[in-house]
């Protein structure tokens, strides 16, 4: 079983920045893949962003390349999302998800095993 906690939600104006932190505990963190996922008001739950687990291939969704940047470190069992520029539109809850073993797959929400309780994250205009 693999546990997740997200922090460093909040509110923030357009063209701010943030940065999610989601730690993991439980089994090793460093042997699964991890993503972060986003659901805005009145919207499906929506890939944003993986990471392989050594860290070696990421993969964003369209709408947010070149302003978030995923990370992580395996020695504080934790992943990153950077996010910079950041709009209204990226208005939404923030997920956090863990692969329980080797997937193809790496954008539903099926791809995963284990997910966070989320942190809202809002972009006022």
């Known amino acids: 079983q693999v546990q997740l906690v997200e922090s460093g939600g909040g509110l923030v104006q357009a063209g701010g920045s943030l940065r999610l932190s989601c730690a993991a505990s439980?089994?090793?963190?460093?042997?699964?893949?991890m993503g972060w996922f986003r659901q805005g008001p009145g919207k499906a739950r929506d890939f944003v962003a993986f990471?392989?687990?050594?860290?070696?291939?990421?993969d964003y969704a369209d709408s947010v390349k070149g302003r978030f940047t995923i990370s992580r470190d395996n020695t504080r069992n934790t992943v990153y999302l950077q996010m910079n520029s950041l709009k209204p539109e990226d208005t939404a809850v923030y997920y956090c998800?863990?692969?329980?073993?080797?997937?193809?797959?790496?954008?539903?929400?099926?791809?995963?095993?284990?997910w966070g309780q989320g942190t809202q994250v809002t972009v006022s205009s």
């Open positions: 990471i392989s687990w050594r860290g070696g291939t990421t």
């Open positions: 439980g089994r090793p963190f460093s042997t699964y893949g």
């Open positions: 998800a863990a692969q329980g073993g080797l997937r193809l797959g790496r954008n539903a929400d099926a791809d995963y095993d284990y």
